[in-house]
Nanobody, 123 residues
Framework: QVQLVESGGGLVQAGGSLRLSCAAS????????MAWFRQAPGKEREFVGA????????DYADSVKGRFTIFRDNAKNTGYLQMNTLKPEDTATYYC????????????????WGQGTQVTVSS
């Protein structure tokens, strides 16, 4: 199992930026991909983006493409979600997740989850 701890959430004005971090520990050598999901009050959890750990190839939801960037630091076993041009509709609790098994489709079936970090974008 991989343990995940998110950090970096907070309150920001629309148009601003935030960077979330997800520190992984445990069986990080087996980690295939890390993803970010978010859940707003009263809404279902949705996929934001993901990165394959070895190749750094990424996939993004259409709603964040061009505004959000996912990258990772292998030496620190940490993934990042850089969020630019934030909108009020980006307000949500953001979760990072990890999976061990290879997959072509990165948008579901994650094994480990962090506790979440709140992002609030004011208009």
């Amino acid at each position: 199992q991989v343990q995940l701890v998110e950090s970096g959430g907070g309150l920001v004005q629309a148009g601003g930026s935030l960077r979330l971090s997800c520190a992984a520990s445990g069986r990080t050598f087996s980690m295939y991909a890390m993803a970010w999901f978010r859940q707003a009050p009263g809404k279902e959890r949705e996929f934001v983006g993901a990165i394959r750990w070895s190749t750094a190839s990424t996939d993004y939801a259409d709603s964040v493409k061009g505004r959000f960037t996912i990258f990772r630091d292998n030496a620190k076993n940490t993934g990042y979600l850089q969020m630019n041009t934030l909108k009020p509709e980006d307000t949500a609790t953001y979760y990072c997740a990890a999976r061990n098994s290879p997959t072509y489709f990165l948008r579901n079936s994650y094994d480990s989850w962090g506790q979440g970090t709140q992002v609030t974008v004011s208009s």
